[in-house]
């Protein structure tokens, strides 16, 4: 197991899991039901060729819940980066897998529309790599209705980050990648 897919690992257990960002994540780690693949594409064609292995792999194999696509290359620019995520979005509308699944994005420096760098709840969607998280909406429809006050988790995962603040998370981030802090 290379080291990128266990710093992702962990990443999951101590941030997702651990401060609960994602309430459906626990039993879908706990059933070892995510697939991590380390993905190097050179331009963002072959990652949508990428997007559409993944996919149609989520598609035959409905024993995986979900796929952390960690890329290897490409994106490391958070702006690049979401150049990538609009694109990957927009092949997802124009498949046949709209409505099928969904992307949720993470990235180092990830940083919410007018929020500013150092704002701790920018935390909720920083990792240790630039990663796509591809959703079964199937799964994720039956988690939120079974899930009460849904639309309150980012709002609780705001108000913990900022609780926490941003040393705690970025700590962790450092430990698990066993560097420096770049800021």
Known sequence: MSDKVQQTQKWVQEVVVRHNFCPFAHPVVKNDAVRYQIIAPEESESLLRI???????????????????????????????????????????????????????????????GSQYSDPANFTNRSP?????????????????????PEQIPERNIRLAREKGGRHFADILQQIRGTSSKR
């Open 51 to 113: 997007l559409a292995d993944e996919c149609a792999y989520l598609e035959a194999h409905p024993e995986v819940a979900t796929t952390l696509l960690v890329f290897e290359t490409l994106a490391e620019d958070f702006y690049d980066f979401l150049d990538c995520v609009a694109e990957a979005d927009h092949w997802i509308e124009a498949s046949r897998f709209y409505g099928v699944f969904q992307l949720a994005s993470f990235h180092p420096d990830y940083v919410f529309a």
């Open 129 to 149: 790599f630039p990663m796509l998280h591809i959703l079964r909406e199937e799964e994720l429809e039956t988690a939120l209705a079974n899930w009460r006050e």
